[in-house]
């Protein structure tokens, strides 16, 4: 994300200077996180899934489906993210439009 936000710093300067108000670009930056992150949650469901059917064929007491333990991990992992891309968003809101425009 940090990466992104460094590519895309002219773009936020641009945004900024045609009003787009700080907390606007922070919640972008954001968006995009979590955007990356839901697929990640899904591919994860799908590998999951796969992955405990190949375990329960080797340890009986494994349910082949254990939903209960998916959603507090996603709901971590998100916070993860969030946590992650909240520095990069912070900086992306403060771009100054005079400087970018200058550049």
Not at 46 to 59: C, E, H
Not at 73 to 90: H, I, M, N, S
């Amino acid at each position: 994300m940090a990466a992104m936000v460094a590519e895309s710093r002219k773009e936020m300067g641009i945004r900024a200077a045609l009003g787009e108000s700080p907390a606007g670009l922070m919640m972008r930056v954001l968006g995009r996180g979590l955007h990356i992150a839901i697929w990640g949650f899904f591919a994860g469901i799908a590998g999951s899934i796969v992955a405990i059917r190949w375990i329960s064929a080797l340890v009986p007491d494994v349910s082949a489906l254990e939903f209960a333990a998916f959603l507090p991990v996603a709901a971590v992992l998100t916070l993860a993210v969030l946590a992650a891309c909240w520095w990069p968003a912070f900086q992306a809101s403060r771009t100054d439009p005079a400087l970018i425009l200058r550049q």
